[in-house]
Each structure stands twice: as structure tokens, then as C-alpha cells.
């Protein structure tokens, strides 16, 4: 049995951050930066930010530079039999930390996300995710545990969310590298502290609005910042669950070159017919996009893009279904890691003739079908502005089988028991 969790170059600061557990880092302990109490974030209301707060021109928050910024958790999570680690989940040191400017909220690195723990929960999966903390939280003051431990257990506990409650959507969710992003924000909600914060992608670092207003835990599962907040400011309004899904089915793949698509490439696994052009977009849609594109996330070199109207794409979910068509499918089991790689015949040739990407949480858009459904959501950032084609095997599958994605599942004690019986067969693996 392999007991080596993560590398020791992962998030290597076990004596300095356990040191720093609870206490202020002195990266913050400066003019432009004010540690609140955590007691004046749960008692006082929000101050709404006058300007978008991700700021591309600022110096980060914390220091790039520091040895706290160079993570890789090992590319594997343990099954029963076999601990391994999984690779990568923080591996953004080249990317600016996003900082909170001109606004009276700073992450307070005791606290993480204002999850409104305690509270009823607001969706199916809030159930799990609030278990998840509440069985970690016993662990997180714990300081005979290493920051390579926790990330262990916190990865460990993402995958029991998932396989737990909407076993459906883990294809999805593996093949957009998503699990990579609940795992940093579970990572800020459950062991919150400056090398977790520090690590975490621009695209999923919290928000003003989710560091100090209640809201559903599911929300920080989205990799839309502008988008959480208009979600948080609203979420009494949605069913947070159904906005997950209606995102998890509208998801429009990236191309990141002008690839010229061999005649007959599409043909055989599009519908020509049945296109969804977003040149026109809805009419909420029309009269919402002039208002100014939010600033870039990071100052990252951007690869060359396909962007134009005319450029074809597809929505990641009917990729997936193709590929489950062609009998591959990620089992959502600890031993198969957080990533997937589409291996279909299918779905490689159309990957390769359009140049598509899937895992870069800054290229992930939505149609603006989304939108439609959810018009008071709308965020110029997040649309994608591809002419997405459908791929007949959605409609074929879900004629075959009705709804394959379905919907979280309701919580039971019996989920309760195996994620407790989980951590504890995890940690005696760490003694």
C-alpha cells in the first residue's frame, strides 16, 4: 500500500503554515490591505463593489514569488487499495493572483468563503458539500496534519460529492478538469489559509460577495466569477441545482486554432441542419452585451483563437454523450484521478480537426442558451460567441434514455456514513 500523498515540493510549509493558522500573514499587513474581523463580515452587510474587481493591473496579493506558490498534488487520488495523489490541482504559479481593489473586503485567512454554514441548505448538492465541511472541519485545526494531508482528504472528499450525488455529471466535470477547481475551493473553504489562497486559479478565487454575503456552497463551484456574484445577489431567486445544469449542458468547447476541418469530418457526426447561431442571440441577450467587457482575468499570453462569428464549435456535454456512445465513460472513482481525456475515435478526430480545449477554466463559455433561461444572470464574460453546431447523438440519446444528466440526488445518512468511513480509512493511511 502507497502511503507517498504529495510531492514535498507541494505546498512544502507545513511547520510555517501551521504557523499561520488563524493568525494574519504578514503579506497583508499593509496600507492597501485591511484584515477585517471575521465576527464584522458575519454582522454587517456587503459593500457593493463600484468596479470590477478583478484588477489586471495591480500587484498580486500575495507573493508569486513565495515558495508557497509552487504546488503539484500527484495526478492520482487512492482507491481502497492504493494511495496515490493527484498532480497539478494548484499548478497556476505563473498566473497573477487576482486582488480585491477599492473595496472593503479582504480574504480573512480564518474563515474562507461565508458559506452560511449552519443554515438550511438551498440545494441538493449544498447537503454534501456542507457534510464535507463538517466532517473536515474536525480535521482543521488539527496541526499534526500537513497541508499534503489535507489536500488529500479534501481531494478525497470532492470525488465523494460527486460519486455521492450526481454521479451523472462526473463525466462532464472530469473532461473540463472542473474537479480540479472544487478542489481549490474546498481546499479555501475547509483549510483556509495563505498558501491555499495564494494557489488558487484566478477563475475560481472567491469574490467579495462569497467571501462575506451567505450563499450556496454550490456557487463556488462555478468557474464564472461575475457570474457567482450575480448569482449570490439573486440566489433566493434560482434553483442553484438547475443552473448547474442548464451550465453543465451549455458549456461551449474552445478552439484554439484556425484549424481547416477536412470535408467529411463533421459530416458523419453533426447535424448540418440543426445549427445555433449565437450571432443573433436573444433579445435580452441584445441589450445587455454593450455594456463594458469586464477586465482579464490574468495577464497569461492567450494561445491563437478562433473567435469569430463564423467559427464552428460544440458544446462539451454532447461530446461527452458521444463519447459515452462510443463506450467510454470516466468512472468516478478515486483511482482514475480528476482529468479525463476523451479516447473515442469520434470525438478525438472532431477534437483534432477543430482544434478544441476543454480544461482552461479562463476559454470555458456558455451558450447563450443559458441566458435565455436565466436572463438575469447575464454576464458579457462568459458568453461564447461560436456558431455552436449539435451533434445528432444528444438528440438520439435522450430519446433512448429521456434525461441522462438528471439531477443531484437527496442527501441520505447512508452518504453520511460512507464519507466518514472514507476519511477515516484516509487518515489511517497518513499515521
Same mark, same amino acid.
Given at each position: 500500500? !502507497?502511503?507517498?500523498?504529495?510531492?514535498?515540493?507541494?505546498?512544502?510549509?507545513?511547520?510555517?503554515?501551521?504557523?499561520? $493558522?488563524?493568525?494574519?500573514?504578514?503579506? +497583508?499587513?499593509?496600507?492597501?490591505?485591511? $484584515?477585517?474581523?471575521?465576527?464584522?463580515?458575519?454582522?454587517?452587510?456587503?459593500?457593493?463593489?463600484?468596479?470590477?474587481?478583478?484588477?489586471?493591473?495591480?500587484?498580486?496579493?500575495?507573493?508569486?514569488?513565495?515558495?508557497?506558490?509552487?504546488?503539484?498534488?500527484?495526478?492520482?487520488?487512492?482507491?481502497?487499495?492504493?494511495?496515490?495523489?493527484? /498532480?497539478?490541482?494548484?499548478?497556476?504559479?505563473?498566473?497573477?493572483?487576482?486582488?480585491? *481593489?477599492?473595496?472593503?473586503?479582504?480574504?480573512?485567512?480564518?474563515?474562507?468563503?461565508?458559506?452560511?454554514?449552519?443554515?438550511?441548505?438551498?440545494?441538493? $448538492?449544498?447537503?454534501?458539500?456542507?457534510?464535507?465541511?463538517?466532517? $473536515?472541519?474536525?480535521?482543521?485545526?488539527?496541526?499534526?496534519?500537513?497541508? !499534503?494531508?489535507?489536500?488529500?482528504?479534501?481531494?478525497?472528499?470532492?470525488?465523494?460529492?460527486? *460519486?455521492?450525488?450526481?454521479? /451523472?455529471?462526473? &463525466?462532464?466535470?472530469?473532461?473540463?478538469?472542473?474537479? !480540479?477547481?472544487?478542489?481549490?475551493?474546498?481546499?479555501?473553504?475547509?483549510?483556509?489559509?495563505?498558501?491555499?489562497?495564494?494557489?488558487? &486559479?484566478?477563475?475560481?478565487?472567491?469574490? =467579495?460577495?462569497?467571501?462575506?454575503? =451567505?450563499?450556496?456552497?454550490?456557487?463556488?463551484?462555478?468557474?464564472?466569477?461575475?457570474?457567482? /456574484?450575480?448569482?449570490?445577489?439573486?440566489?433566493?431567486?434560482?434553483?442553484?441545482?438547475?443552473?448547474?445544469?442548464?451550465?453543465?449542458?451549455?458549456?461551449?468547447?474552445?478552439?484554439?486554432?484556425?484549424?481547416?476541418?477536412?470535408?467529411?469530418?463533421? %459530416?458523419?457526426?453533426?447535424?448540418?441542419?440543426?445549427?445555433?447561431?449565437?450571432?443573433?442571440?436573444?433579445?435580452?441577450?441584445?441589450?445587455?452585451? !454593450?455594456?463594458?467587457?469586464?477586465?482579464?482575468?490574468?495577464? *497569461? =499570453?492567450?494561445?491563437?483563437?478562433?473567435?469569430?462569428?463564423?467559427?464552428?464549435?460544440?458544446?462539451?456535454?454532447?461530446?461527452?454523450?458521444?463519447?459515452?456512445?462510443?463506450?467510454?465513460?470516466?468512472?468516478?472513482?478515486?483511482?482514475?484521478?480528476?482529468?479525463?481525456?476523451?479516447?473515442?475515435?469520434?470525438?478525438?478526430?472532431?477534437?483534432?480537426?477543430?482544434?478544441?480545449?476543454?480544461?482552461?477554466?479562463?476559454?470555458?463559455?456558455?451558450?447563450?442558451?443559458?441566458?435565455?433561461?436565466?436572463?438575469?444572470?447575464?454576464?458579457?464574460?462568459?458568453?461564447?460567441?461560436?456558431?455552436?453546431?449539435? +451533434?445528432?447523438?444528444?438528440?438520439?440519446?435522450?430519446?433512448?434514455?429521456?434525461?441522462?444528466?438528471?439531477?443531484?440526488?437527496?442527501?441520505? =445518512?447512508? %452518504?453520511?456514513?460512507?464519507?466518514?468511513?472514507?476519511?477515516?480509512?484516509?487518515?489511517?493511511?497518513?499515521?
Amino acid at each position: 500500500m !502507497k502511503t507517498d500523498i504529495i510531492n514535498d515540493n507541494v505546498l512544502d510549509a507545513d511547520d510555517t503554515t501551521n504557523a499561520q $493558522l488563524g493568525q494574519q500573514p504578514r503579506s +497583508l499587513q499593509s496600507p492597501d490591505y485591511t $484584515l477585517h474581523d471575521s465576527s464584522m463580515w458575519l454582522s454587517q452587510p456587503p459593500n457593493a463593489p463600484t468596479k470590477d474587481f478583478f484588477q489586471d493591473n495591480l500587484p498580486p496579493l500575495l507573493s508569486t514569488g513565495s515558495s508557497l506558490t509552487n504546488a503539484n498534488v500527484e495526478n492520482d487520488i487512492s482507491n481502497d487499495d492504493d494511495i496515490q495523489v493527484v /498532480e497539478g490541482l494548484f499548478d497556476y504559479s505563473t498566473t497573477p493572483i487576482p486582488t480585491l *481593489r477599492n473595496l472593503q473586503v479582504v480574504p480573512d485567512l480564518r474563515t474562507g468563503y461565508n458559506s452560511g454554514v449552519g443554515q438550511e441548505a438551498r440545494c441538493k $448538492l449544498d447537503q454534501y458539500i456542507t457534510t464535507l465541511y463538517q466532517v $473536515l472541519s474536525h480535521h482543521a485545526q488539527n496541526p499534526s496534519l500537513t497541508m !499534503k494531508q489535507r489536500a488529500k482528504l479534501c481531494a478525497e472528499g470532492v470525488l465523494w460529492v460527486v *460519486r455521492e450525488a450526481w454521479p /451523472e455529471a462526473a &463525466h462532464f466535470w472530469k473532461t473540463t478538469a472542473s474537479f !480540479k477547481g472544487f478542489f481549490q475551493s474546498e481546499m479555501w473553504r475547509n483549510f483556509p489559509n495563505e498558501a491555499v489562497y495564494g494557489q488558487m &486559479h484566478p477563475s475560481y478565487c472567491p469574490t =467579495p460577495r462569497q467571501l462575506t454575503v =451567505p450563499h450556496s456552497p454550490l456557487i463556488d463551484w462555478l468557474p464564472w466569477p461575475e457570474l457567482r /456574484e450575480k448569482l449570490i445577489e439573486q440566489q433566493d431567486n434560482f434553483d442553484v441545482d438547475l443552473v448547474c445544469k442548464i451550465a453543465i449542458q451549455n458549456v461551449v468547447a474552445h478552439r484554439t486554432t484556425s484549424s481547416s476541418v477536412p470535408a467529411g469530418v463533421a %459530416a458523419s457526426n453533426n447535424n448540418n441542419n440543426d445549427r445555433s447561431s449565437v450571432a443573433q442571440g436573444s433579445e435580452s441577450t441584445k441589450t445587455t452585451t !454593450k455594456t463594458t467587457p469586464p477586465p482579464r482575468l490574468s495577464d *497569461r =499570453p492567450k494561445r491563437s483563437s478562433t473567435t469569430t462569428a463564423t467559427a464552428t464549435s460544440f458544446r462539451v456535454w454532447d461530446l461527452c454523450l458521444l463519447e459515452e456512445k462510443a463506450g467510454f465513460c470516466p468512472p468516478v472513482t478515486s483511482s482514475t484521478g480528476l482529468v479525463y481525456t476523451p479516447a473515442s475515435a469520434e470525438v478525438k478526430a472532431i477534437e483534432k480537426a477543430y482544434g478544441l480545449e476543454y480544461s482552461n477554466f479562463e476559454t470555458q463559455k456558455l451558450h447563450p442558451r443559458f441566458f435565455e433561461t436565466f436572463p438575469t444572470l447575464f454576464v458579457a464574460s462568459a458568453v461564447s460567441h461560436y456558431v455552436v453546431q449539435d +451533434l445528432p447523438v444528444a438528440v438520439e440519446v435522450a430519446a433512448g434514455r429521456g434525461d441522462i444528466l438528471g439531477a443531484p440526488q437527496k442527501f441520505s =445518512p447512508a %452518504a453520511g456514513d460512507r464519507l466518514q468511513t472514507l476519511i477515516n480509512r484516509v487518515l489511517e493511511t497518513l499515521t
